[in-house]
C-alpha cells in the first residue's frame, strides 16, 4: 500500500522518518514523507519553561493525520504525550536504541572533570535538575536548537559541555565530542528515550497492519511502564522525572532466574538539585512478560516515588502529591 509519513523537518527526524521508510519499502510498501513544521519548531528562541511542552512537537503532527493527509506519524517517543488524543493509536515501538544522556565537550573528559562554575547547556529541566543535583557548581544554560546547531555553539565556546540524548548522536553519527554516557543511577532518562514511536489514527486497520511487524515487545513493555509512571505522576516531558525500565542482567545473560525488570526513577528540582531517587528490582515479573501488567508496573513506580517523598518536588514543578 501507499504511506503517507509525517515528520517534523530536523536532521534528526528526518533521519528516523526515513528509517521507518526504509523498513517499511523493505515490505513492498511505497512510501512518502511529508515535512511538517510543529510549534516547537517555530519558537527555537522561547524555552521550555516559557511556552509549556505538551504536544509542542506533535499537535501539527497530529492535525494532519486527523485529516487525513498523512497516515503515520514517527516520533521521538519522549516527545509525545503520555496520553494520546482519542483519534490516535500508538501502533508500534520499533526496537530502543542507547537510552542515556551524553556528556559532550570539546576539551573536558568527564562530568566530574569540569572546572568550578562550568556552563553546561540543554533544554531540558530534568536534565538541569539532575545536573544541579550532581554538581550544584555549574551554572545549567539554555540551549535550544537541532544537534548541529548546538554542536556549533560548543564548538564555539559558549559553553564548556552540552547534555544530549546518545540516540539522536548515535543516529547521525556525530558522536566524535561524546566524552561520557551517563548511566541511569547517576543520570536517569526521560520515559521513553531512545524509542521512536510510530503513531497512526485509531480506526486504519490498514496502516496498523502494515506497522506491527516495527512493534518490539521488550521494548513495549519498558516505555509502557516508563509513561504510565508519568502520566500518575501528572508528568510531561519537561517535569523532572527521569525514568527508566529495562531487563535486569541476570533476564539479559539468560541466568534462568527468570524476567526480572530493573527500573530507576527520579525527581529533582532545577533551582535547587533537591532529589528523590529509587532504584528497585521488580520480582513479580518471573510470570511471562506477555502475561505482566507494564502499566501497572507504572503506578508502582510512581506509588514509590511518592513515599520515598517526591510529593512536594512535585508540586513545586506542576506535578501531582499523591
Known amino acids: 500500500m501507499n504511506l503517507r509519513i509525517g515528520s517534523r523537518g530536523s536532521q534528526l527526524a528526518l533521519w528516523q522518518a526515513n528509517h521507518i521508510a526504509a523498513l517499511l519499502r523493505g515490505q513492498g510498501h511505497s512510501v512518502e514523507i511529508e515535512i511538517i513544521k510543529t510549534t516547537g519548531d517555530r519558537l527555537q528562541e522561547v524555552t521550555f519553561a516559557q511556552v509549556g511542552s505538551k504536544g509542542m512537537f506533535t499537535k501539527e503532527i497530529e492535525e494532519a493525520l486527523a485529516a487525513g493527509r498523512v497516515d503515520l506519524a514517527v516520533h521521538s517517543l519522549k516527545d509525545l504525550p503520555t496520553e494520546l488524543p482519542e483519534p490516535f493509536a500508538l501502533a508500534a515501538t520499533p ?35 539532575q545536573l544541579k543535583a550532581l554538581r550544584p557548581d555549574i551554572e545549567a544554560v539554555e540551549f535550544r536548537g537541532n544537534v548541529d546547531t548546538r554542536l556549533r555553539k560548543l564548538a564555539e565556546g559558549q559553553v564548556e559541555a552540552i547534555l544530549l540524548a546518545a540516540a539522536g548522536l548515535d543516529r547521525l553519527e556525530k558522536t566524535e565530542w561524546v566524552r561520557e ?27 496498523i497492519a502494515a506497522v506491527a511487524f516495527l512493534d518490539d ?8 511502564a516508563e509513561r504510565a509512571a508519568l502520566a500518575a505522576l501528572g508528568g510531561g516531558c519537561q517535569v523532572p522525572i527521569g525514568i527508566h525500565c529495562r531487563a535486569s542482567a541476570e533476564e539479559a545473560t539468560g541466568s534462568g532466574e527468570g524476567p526480572w525488570v530493573e527500573i530507576f526513577a527520579v525527581v529533582a528540582v532545577p533551582e535547587t538539585g533537591a532529589a528523590v531517587r529509587i532504584y528497585f528490582r521488580e520480582t513479580w515479573h518471573r510470570a511471562p512478560r506477555a502475561d505482566a501488567d507494564p502499566a501497572a508496573l507504572g503506578r508502582l513506580i510512581a506509588q514509590k516515588l511518592i513515599e520515598a517523598g517526591a510529593g512536594p518536588l512535585l508540586e513545586a514543578a506542576g506535578g501531582v502529591s499523591r
Open 217 to 224: 515487545a521488550a521494548t513495549r513493555f519498558a516505555v509502557t
Open 95 to 129: 526496537p530502543r536504541v542507547d537510552p542515556r544522556d551524553v556528556f559532550v565537550s570539546v576539551q573536558y573528559a568527564s562530568l566530574a572533570a569540569l572546572p568550578q562554575g562550568a556552563r553546561v547547556g540543554t533544554s531540558s529541566q530534568r536534565r538541569r535538575a
Open 181 to 207: 554516557r551517563l548511566e541511569p543511577k547517576d543520570f536517569c532518562p526521560a520515559a521513553g528515550q531512545g524509542s521512536l514511536g510510530i503513531e497512526t489514527r485509531k480506526d486504519d486497520a490498514a496502516t
